[in-house]
């Protein structure tokens, strides 16, 4: 191996050493950041209140201690939370591994590889219609989120009871324009 190669192979090393510990920094910063928006917005929030409500030193003390009770059991409650969906996520995943396992059970190895093959094919058409019906997101037109159908799953009860009225409208309008048959003249 030559020199040059050999000292260009060190400089890569380096450099991704040198982003490595750039990037630790900037977490670190970051997040060193982010703490101390939290105390400065319960600070802000707290002398906001007091300038509306006239008070005094004291409450602003017992208020401040609060507002950071609230801050720190809200962020708990999300922790635990995002620990509840990760839970659910690993308890779905694990079902579905057990459902692939008893069908390949069921399945010859012919059946299950076709089965798989249906799986694709059904995804691919759902993605596409998703895509047809506007549903993925970044949508620039805000029509196309008005007629998805979603939004049509949402209206067709209204959309029954406006067609039943119409109906009964045409039918009483019907009523009225015809002639009566009395038998008279």
Do not use: W
């Not at 101390?36 to 409450?59: D, F, I, P, V």
């Not at 057990?98 to 076709?114: D, G, N």
């Amino acid at each position: 191996m030559c020199y040059y190669h050999q000292r260009a192979i060190t400089n890569k090393k380096e450099m991704r050493s040198i982003i490595k510990i750039l990037m630790v920094s900037l977490i670190g910063i970051s997040a060193n950041q982010m703490l101390a928006q939290n105390t400065n917005k319960t600070l802000l929030q707290t002398e906001q209140m007091a300038a509306r409500l006239g008070l005094n030193e004291q409450q602003k003390l017992a208020l401040d201690k609060e507002l950071k009770a609230a801050q720190t059991e809200r962020k708990a409650s999300m922790e635990k939370m995002r620990a509840l969906r990760e839970e659910m996520k690993r308890d779905a995943f694990v079902e579905r591994q057990a459902k692939e396992e008893r069908l390949k059970e069921i399945l010859t190895e012919e059946q299950y590889a076709k089965l798989q093959e249906v799986k694709k094919d059904g995804q691919r058409a759902r993605v596409q219609g998703q895509r047809n019906r506007g549903e993925i997101r970044g949508r620039t037109n805000r029509n196309e989120a008005r007629f998805s159908s979603r939004n049509n799953r949402r209206n067709i009860g209204k959309r029954m009871m406006m067609q039943k009225r119409n109906a009964e409208m045409k039918e009483r309008a019907k009523e009225k324009n015809e002639p009566k048959k009395d038998g008279g003249n």
